[in-house]
């Protein structure tokens, strides 16, 4: 039987990718804030749904919220916030597909940040896994490029790669925090514990960014406001997605579901071709398939 925290790892992935693809288009009509602010201002109304969906049927309880679970609530809104503008600003310089490839260092970074702040300590195999995919992420950075140092300099140090690695380190802090959140809230039910923060966290991020826009951008905030059609199905994938990120995290190692997660990019490529247009090169799926081999081989070294 597949494990409760795989199954909600990969339909979250399948949530944000689709979500991102949405918030692609919107950036046609809102600025790069204004896109990102959506899928937190139109989030919070869904994950309350879900949070009082699941406690109406299953029940349970949790703690009254400590300083330290909202600070660590509001460390892991900021650092969403500032990897979303990061992926996205990434998109533009080589297209959706490998801009959000980019961003999949976030596996190694999580799995190192994990290991030293939470002593989460992976086995050979799982290492093998995440380096594979890894990899694969490289092969999507340096394609159509020569294998020189000079030329995997000059590859590293593109714009779309900085942000999506910068990205990456971004998102993978966010779940440190969020593991280390949930950790925090007493309670015996890590997914209802979960959820909660998913609300949390949201309102935080609506106020957050809310707040920027409303300084630097308010024409952006009515914008996004009057766009409500087109924005509240981002926010609604992108409170499913948050969910089931949060409720991985709360009962697997930060670690195993950001490399299980990066079978997002299997979406994205597919995702990229039906739904945006892009045309997608024989490497891109090569990379894609040694990304899929790496997560195979984590979820072996977990067993």
Do not use: H
Request: glycine share 12%; net charge positive; hydrophobic share 55%.
């Amino acid at each position: 039987m597949i494990p409760l925290w795989v199954a909600v790892t990969c339909t979250a992935a399948l949530f944000q990718t689709w979500r991102t693809a949405l918030q692609q288009r919107l950036r046609g009509q809102l600025s790069l804030n204004g896109a990102a602010v959506v899928r937190y201002l139109y989030g919070v109304p869904f994950g309350l749904l879900i949070l009082g969906g699941y406690w109406l049927v299953f029940g349970g309880w949790f703690g009254w919220p400590g300083a330290w679970f909202l600070l660590l609530c509001a460390m892991a809104g900021l650092m969403q916030i500032f990897g979303t503008n990061l992926l996205i600003s990434s998109f533009g310089p080589r297209g959706f597909a490998v801009g959000t490839a980019y961003s999949k260092t976030e596996a190694v970074q999580a799995s190192l940040i994990a290991a030293i702040l939470l002593g989460e300590v992976l086995g050979a195999l799982s290492w093998a896994g995440i380096g594979l995919s890894v990899a694969g992420v490289m092969s999507l950075t340096l394609a159509g490029r020569g294998l020189t140092r000079r030329e995997i300099l000059e590859a590293s140090l593109q714009p779309a790669a900085l942000r999506g690695m910068g990205a990456g380190f971004c998102f993978a802090l966010t779940a440190i925090c969020i593991r280390s959140g949930n950790a925090a809230l007493a309670g015996p039910d890590p997914v209802l514990k979960a959820l909660f923060a998913v609300v949390v966290t949201n309102a935080m991020q609506t106020a957050m960014q809310g707040g920027w826009l409303l300084w630097r951008e308010p024409g952006q905030l009515r914008a996004v406001l009057t766009s409500w059609r087109s924005s509240a199905p981002v926010g609604a994938l992108s409170a499913a997605g948050s969910c089931c990120w949060f409720v991985g995290f709360a009962l697997a190692p930060v670690a195993l579901v950001r490399a299980v997660g990066q079978v997002e990019i299997l979406f994205t490529l597919l995702f990229s071709r039906f739904f945006l247009g892009e045309t997608l090169r024989a490497k891109d799926v090569a990379g894609a398939l040694l990304v899929v081999g790496g997560v195979v081989l984590v979820l072996l070294g977990s067993l």
